[in-house]
């Protein structure tokens, strides 16, 4: 493991939180179907364990969104890149995040799927970083709060690297060459 990067959320306590998430849903929407929104391409790997924990039937779609700022912050600017190609009227709708930080993407996101009326719009988020927020949204299925560092990994990025990290770690600039 390169020294700028150190565990913070184990494999083994993500597959936990994911495992107990999924049960959640599954009791929550029992004898209905649910359509999971996976943000690309961040949301992919919590997406893909969490629907095998959800015991109902289900259906996936993406959207992509990119945000401007520097590359470990958004400047609040939100643009849709990429669409759902499913029709959410009177659906249960999950959107799937890996991080809630400051709320914008967030707020962007609901507005627009809001706006397609779902019977149901609910927000799973592995992580929050509820110190950060700029817009007073939560999340319905949280895995892990946390403090305010810059995180990689399951998903995650740093300009697009560490996504495939099996744990979530805490990216340090300065505390080594990234190698
Ligand atoms: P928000 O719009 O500020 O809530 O940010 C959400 C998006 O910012 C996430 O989907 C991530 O892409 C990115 N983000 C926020 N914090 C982190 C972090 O610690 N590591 C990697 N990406 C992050
Ligand atoms: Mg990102």
Request: charged letters at 25%.
């Amino acid at each position: 493991m390169p020294s700028n990067l150190e565990i913070l959320i184990s494999r083994k306590q993500i597959a936990d939180s994911v495992a107990r998430i999924g049960q959640q849903i599954t009791r929550d929407f029992a004898g209905e179907s649910v359509v999971l929104v996976g943000v690309l391409k961040g949301a992919c790997l919590f997406l893909s364990d969490l629907a095998r924990q959800i015991e109902l039937d289900a259906t996936f779609d993406f959207i992509a969104v990119r945000s401007y700022g520097t590359q470990k912050e958004s400047a609040g600017e939100v643009q849709l890149i990429k669409d759902v190609t499913t029709p959410l009227e009177n659906k249960n709708v999950i959107l799937v995040e890996d991080i809630l930080d400051t709320g914008l993407t967030f707020t962007f996101l609901q507005k627009l799927l809001q706006a397609r009326k779902p019977r149901t719009l609910k927000f799973a988020a592995l992580l929050d970083k509820p110190s950060r927020r700029k817009m007073p949204v939560q999340a319905d299925y949280v895995g892990f709060q946390i403090p305010d560092k810059f995180v990689v990994g399951y998903g995650l990025d740093y300009a697009e690297r560490f996504r495939n990290l099996p744990d979530i770690c805490i990216y340090s600039e300065g505390a080594g060459q990234i190698v």
